[in-house]
């Protein structure tokens, strides 16, 4: 019964942590209401060895009040193709915190959803 309850527990534990995971990304996706053209600069893809799990790793640049602003971004799964070197990009960010963004291929509308 001891370990029943212990791994009730710890479901339980691990549901909370996605749930909070997952609405705290929500209200920072909020905040990303202006929008700024970018480019990709670097697309890195990991692939996990055991799992064959991949993600993208897109480095891109921006500009924000004159301030030319590098960052990335991490996609799930393979999308280099979606995210090629010197492709430009539409970068949602934060108008209080411009250093605060995603990435997007073009057209996309900030905030993202």
């Known amino acids: 019964m001891k370990r029943i309850l ?9 549901a909370v942590g996605i749930f909070a995971m997952i609405y705290f990304e929500d209200r920072r996706l ?14 890195v893809v990991h692939t996990d060895s055991e799992s064959n799990d ?9 500009e924000v009040d004159g301030r030319t602003l590098e960052d990335q971004s991490t996609k799930a799964g393979d999308v280099s193709e979606e995210f ?5 990009v539409t970068v949602c960010h934060d108008p209080a915190k411009p250093e605060d963004t995603e990435v997007y291929r073009p057209g996309r509308a900030c905030p993202p959803r």
């Open 30 to 43: 909020e905040k990303l209401t202006a929008s700024a053209s970018g480019q990709v600069t670097r697309v």
């Open 6 to 14: 212990g791994i009730v527990g710890i479901l339980a534990a691990v």
């Open 84 to 88: 090629l070197q010197g492709a430009a």
């Open 54 to 62: 991949a993600s993208t790793v897109v480095h891109f640049t921006y």
